[in-house]
């Protein structure tokens, strides 16, 4: 399996995955799904979209990486996730963190950030530890759930110069 960038044909597996976890409503911040020229549109907005295959072109997961904010704090990125769930369980996501941490370093960022890491989120929480993230605290009750109850998010950060 190997992390690469995106390309055109690539897009409805993308979008369907995306999708998926924004249907979710447990892990992204999104309400609204994409569909063809808007998922067009938002992967290619991105510093880097790129995508996990195996040898015969099947995408597992995803991930975009883009400024966190502007100005005097655009050296700081963030990205966000997505794998299939039925790819779940594979650490296709470390393959997608790692990839994407050296994007980040590549594109020239200081810092990558996340801004909203649902604190029962886990397995995303043990991944970006593992990978040498710190978290920066809690904010309580920061994500509202797909079921209208809210729950803590952790922000978290890694230096990468």
């Avoid at 979008?15 to 290619?44: C, K, M």
Wanted: hydrophobic letters at 35%.
């Amino acid at each position: 399996m190997i992390v690469r960038e995106y390309e055109r044909e690539d897009l409805p597996e993308m979008i369907r995955i995306w999708n998926e976890i924004v249907e979710d409503g447990v892990a992204f911040p999104q309400e609204e799904t994409l569909d063809v020229e808007s998922g067009a549109e938002f992967f290619a907005s991105q510093s880097r979209s790129a995508v996990a295959v195996d040898d015969e072109g099947k995408i597992y997961g995803l991930y975009i990486l883009h400024p966190n904010n502007v100005g005097r704090c655009g050296h700081i990125c963030n990205a966000s996730y997505a794998v299939s769930s039925e790819s779940r369980g594979k650490h296709i996501g470390e393959r997608l963190v790692r990839d994407c941490i050296e994007a980040g370093r590549e594109l020239g960022f200081r810092v990558l950030q996340f801004n909203a890491v649902v604190e029962s989120n886990v397995h995303a929480r043990r991944l970006y530890e593992r990978a040498g993230f710190h978290q920066l605290g809690v904010i309580p009750g920061g994500f509202r759930m797909k079921d209208g109850h809210y729950e803590n998010i952790c922000p978290y950060y890694i230096e990468l110069l």
